[in-house]
């Protein structure tokens, strides 16, 4: 693969320059835009609110400071409501009300993005599916579960694994984040790598559309090829052209058996050579293989006080098993960790069987993000690459960036591809800024990856949709928005660039 050509570099660059709109500056396309002529909140329409959701109409801006703020405290919006409907036919009326009079409204979650999607930017109307909590149906035979959107992820595990059964996504937001959230960002994950991603596991949805209509394809078959998949326009659309109101998934059996290792590698080759055994030696077995290099591991020791199990290495695997014979599974590790071992692939590590261990060892993967936040300010990059190319871009960063950046550290989804690059400064930097972007996608677009694995567009990184996406297509999803969403209601500023608006 040869560098980008000058023509395409220029192409791509005057797309995004000309998607930023007047409010995005020339040096941060991630910007806000100018806000759009959607009407304002007036007292009539607090007053129609509160009569459809009398105590659930939130005007107080003490409440309303954590939901108009994101996770990371990089964006904040200044909305002055926020709704919290219990059923479909609230969500039906409150956005028929809003589609009328032209407010914006912001469908938001459990608030865990990392990219400006779950928060207002300006004044949009907040509509959170937080008392949206209900599971609908679970059929033990078939493993299919129909809950509400605003489902925790982690409440529908506890209430799966009480059966005998399994969520098919696991996420380090989980104990936060809402299924509906989930869906709508299409959330990849720890599981991805044994279960696949939302786009195949979730069988039905039941969306509000912006006028108010409501779309019940609830369904609950995994076959049925009766005309278009219209969910999967839903999936991973960020909450712009419908609000998810419910969801069915269809969930794994829990595995009988689980194991977890944790080693070390000297090298990324090493760790991808490791990879490449770990497929061929554990296959069916095989649940999750993550990885996190040495900065992560100082940052976690640093800030959270968790204890690296293994001897200092430039580089960390997390290895998950899940099966139905013990026995089997186990002597499946062994022969692998044997292999690795003895062929100086791995120089160390450790096994855990039990709850409370294999728990302390994926901690030592899930809490990365949280060491990150105590290191600054943090710009996050999630990117998917051909999988011996992830590591080089973080290399690349580092001699890019030198001394301007605090910390540069990867960890992600080696069996997805998905690389999470994050670089840390001791505040907002604006000249770093510069100097990643548009860089990272640059070397993103140039070996064929996508600028945004899993995470979403957003806010943030709306406007280098180009980098992954030909104009054809992305001139198509602003033609599906304008049928679906007409005066552009739902989620304004996020996902398309400002150019298609």
Known sequence: VTDLTAVDRALIQHRCVHSRGLGASPGNPGAAPPRLPFSRVTQEDLAFFRTLLPGRTITDPDLLKSSNVDWLKTVEGNSEVLLRPKTTEEVSQILRYCNERNLAVCPQGGNTGLVGGSVPVFDEIILSTSLMKQVITFDNISGILTCQAGCVLENLSNYLEERDFIMPLDLGAKGSCHIGGNVSTNAGGLRLLRYGSLRGTVLGLEVVLADGRILNCLATLRKDNTGYDLKQLFIGSEGT?????????????????????????????????????????????LSAFEFLDASCMSLLEKHLKLTNPITESPFYIVIETAGS??????????????????????????????????????????????????????????????????????????????????NVVGYGHVGDGNLHLNITSPSKDPALLAAIEPYVYEWTSKWKGSISAEHGLGLKKRNYIYYSKPSEAVALMGSIKAMLDPKGILNPYKTLPDNIH
């Open 241 to 285: 052209l419908g609000v998810i109101t419910a969801v069915s998934i269809l969930c794994p059996r829990k595995p009988k058996a689980v194991n977890v290792a944790f080693l070390g590698c000297s090298s990324f080759q090493q760790l991808l050579e490791t990879f490449q055994c770990c497929r061929g030696m554990l296959g069916e077995i």
């Open 325 to 406: 014979n013990a026995t089997h599974d186990e002597e499946k590790l062994h022969k692998f960790l044997e292999e690795v071992m003895t062929s100086s692939l791995v120089t160390d590590g450790t096994v855990a069987t039990e709850a409370t261990k294999i728990k302390a060892l994926w901690s030592l993967r899930e809490r990365v993000t949280e060491a990150l936040t105590h290191e600054g300010y943090t710009y996050k990059y999630d990117i998917s690459l051909p999988v011996e190319k992830i590591y080089d871009l973080v290399q690349d960063m580092r001699g890019h960036l030198g001394d301007m950046a605090k």
